[in-house]
């Protein structure tokens, strides 16, 4: 398969740890040429309707509705992302899920930013929330404001040796199986796929599993994965028959080097097989 156009199926915004507002989220899909997008906010489709709205200003753009499901790893001891695609995602139930997933979060955080401070890295808990802005707090809103306190250079840094699952500064979120979080997404219709796995532990051990559960497709095309790393996620893809999915998993943090909208996508194909088993999902539902 070759594709015709940029497809990005990985995209954030402040809705949960991105910098852009959906709206200008979008402006900058269309600026890098995207055709076809899904914003993933964690746990959160807040910023649909706004990305939605602007999206239909811009007539060259195809979204698409998205969710990134942040789960446990069934043998613990870390976690995998789920990341969902052509939900009907106004369902109450669905929405009301989503909001004690994201209010469990905010104890994890204040847990994180108080060991900080025991380590010697104070910060303060208003700024965090500050820099959430209303959105789904997480990880990336504290490494911001370490940044910002000059004890470290990028964000990213802070993800090595204190944020980073088992991190000196590392507390396990509220708990969702990784079923519940397949569950979830099949019920408003939409379809689960694995985000990156190679940063799964154990992945392809995993994936027989994941596949029973009714996972559709994984993360190969991803920003971040080297020529031959995509090549061994593609053999795996066709073994299972999933479909091979990406993205540039876009936050606009800034940093150098940070991979833009439109650098990692699958082919147009893959985009419309997702939009036939959504729809056959729905006719059987």
Known sequence: MSTSSKVDLHLHTTRSDGRLSPTELVRLLVAQGVATAAITDHDSTEGLDEAFAEAARQPG?????????????PSGGGDLHVLGYFMDYHDREFQERLRTFRSGRVGRIKQMVDKLAELGLPLEWERVQELAAGASIGRPHIAQAMVER????????AFNGYLEDGGKAHFNRPHIPMEEAVRLIQSVGGVAVLAHPVYVRDWEALLPRLVGLGIVGMEVHYSEFSPEQRRG???QARKYHLLPCGGSDYHALGQPGEFLPGSAGPPDEVVN?????????????
């Open 61 to 73: 753009l195809r979204l698409i509705s998205g969710i990134e499901v942040s789960a446990d790893h």
């Open 273 to 285: 097989s997702l939009e036939e088993l959504a729809k056959g999902r729905r006719a059987i539902a």
């Open 150 to 157: 000059g004890y470290i250079s990028t964000s990213k840094e």
């Open 233 to 235: 996620l593609a053999h």
